[in-house]
């Protein structure tokens, strides 16, 4: 080989030598030997409020750094049971259905890597969510809080409606009972959409089946093919009947569109979560406000969704990853999710920083937390969840089409969702 070959051949190994020495440092350390941990969540407005904490992080622990890593929701579930299966996932993960993944061994033990006594400050609603087989496998990162309904106050008043009625509304299957249906008529006079009745999981589903007395689930099976159930999908299902909440053929392809039609003005009554919050306040051109949900046969029932960060069981860096866990976990980490109001933190003292935010800002979010002091219904779980609601989803979107009625739409829903459980 002549000089000149071996020259070029040798600068050629050292370049793939200093790419591949850059490809594992990216992967495995930051500069001046950092480990670097990597973060997956799926909702870009939460970077900054991480970024601000992880930063308080790794000033206390200059060896170790956290990269966040963003999938969109859209695809988030099926990318993340892929890289889980392929052992190519991130360090820490969102998570709000974990059951597959804890049974399958694929989660770190929350309580044996921070120790029993972490979850106490939590709030307790998102550690029975996240507790299984007696043992706890996220660390919840914020809550959802109750369903409340957002109130234009200019179609109220337009419509001669007292706050005072709205707050005192109670729906019921009954029509000499229903309060709420008579209200929404009303409301019909001045607004194309009264009310936004849809198949919609966590803000219609939920709230209207607890205030109708029933369950999603009961002994790890689905239940919700009820008398109580049949109560309130026929109360549901019958205000899209009536035109008043939208078309089935527009909200079933449209997870935003009750939203967006409450921002434009064409809509009086928005049930829905805190998730919405930060959205309306910055772009409702109206007066609006918040009452609670209408009362049920049973009361005002909600969930109280959590989403939890999970320890992935696979990580190369265990004892940086119970480091990070334990910095979101504490008052002092977590508390930078609610401090722009962006969501209501887990650990229960720094809730009220989330309050403090929105009152500044002339909200008063109390509806959300009064509806779960009383009676909140479980958004569901177990192994197979996904699946089974992958099955009641298109069931349920012809139903409120008006294509299956509701005692067979309940019952085949029902059916189909235990099978596909099962099956996981």
């Known amino acids: 080989m002549k000089d000149s070959t071996r020259a070029v051949f040798g600068m050629v190994v050292v370049a793939v030598l200093l790419v591949a020495a850059a490809l594992w440092l990216g992967r495995d350390a930051g500069g ?12 870009q407005s939460f970077v900054s409020a991480y970024r601000a904490s992880l930063d308080e ?33 991130d360090d820490m993960f969102w998570t709000n259905l974990y059951e597959d993944y804890a049974d399958s061994g694929h989660l770190m033990d929350i309580g044996a890597t921070l120790g029993p006594e972490t979850p106490r400050a939590w709030d307790p609603q998102a550690v029975t969510q ?3 087989s007696g043992k706890f496998w996220a660390v919840p990162q914020f809550v959802d809080g109750g369903t409340a309904v957002y109130v234009n106050r200019d179609l109220l008043a337009q419509a001669g409606i007292d706050p005072a009625e709205l ?28 009310y936004n009745a849809a198949n919609d999981f966590q803000s ?50 449209s997870g935003d569109f009750a939203k967006n039609a409450f921002l434009q003005g064409r809509m009086a009554l928005f049930q829905s979560g805190t998730f919405n919050l930060a959205t309306i306040a910055q772009n409702a051109g109206f007066h609006w ?57 887990a650990v ?57 009625p509701v005692p067979d739409a309940l019952a085949r829903a029902q059916r189909e969702a235990d099978t596909a459980a099962a099956q996981q």
């Open 130 to 132: 996240y507790t299984r």
């Open 348 to 404: 229960v003292p720094e809730q009220q920083v989330y309050r403090d935010y929105w009152a500044r800002h002339g909200v008063d979010v109390s509806p959300f937390f009064d509806v779960l002091r009383g009676n909140v219904i479980p958004a569901g779980g177990g192994a197979g969840f996904p699946a089974a609601l992958q099955a009641i989803t298109p069931i349920f979107d012809e139903m409120y089409l008006g294509r299956i």
């Open 57 to 89: 992080f790794q000033r206390a622990n200059p060896d170790v750094e956290v990269r966040i890593t963003l999938v969109p929701w859209a695809s988030y579930a099926q990318k993340l049971r892929l890289d889980v299966a392929g052992g190519i996932a």
């Open 204 to 253: 219609i589903s939920l709230p209207y089946l607890g205030s109708a007395g029933g369950q999603l689930q009961r002994d790890g099976r689905f239940a919700f093919d009820s008398p109580p159930g049949r109560d309130a999908f026929g109360y549901s299902v019958g205000l899209v009947a009536d035109r008043l909440s939208p078309s089935a053929a527009d909200t079933n392809t």
């Open 289 to 345: 406000g918040l009452a609670m949900i209408p009362e049920g046969p049973a009361g005002r029932v909600s969930a109280d969704n959590a989403i939890g960060l999970a320890g992935n069981a696979a990580t190369a860096h265990p004892e940086a990853v119970k480091r990070v866990l334990a910095w979101l976990g504490s008052a002092a980490g977590n508390r930078y999710l609610g401090v722009d109001g962006a969501a209501i933190p």
């Open 32 to 43: 001046g030997g950092r480990t670097v941990v990597r973060l997956r969540i799926w909702d």
């Open 167 to 194: 707050a005192a509304a109670r729906w019921s299957p009954d029509p000499g009972r229903d309060t709420f249906r008579p209200l929404l008529r009303r409301l019909a006079t001045v607004a194309p959409w009264p």
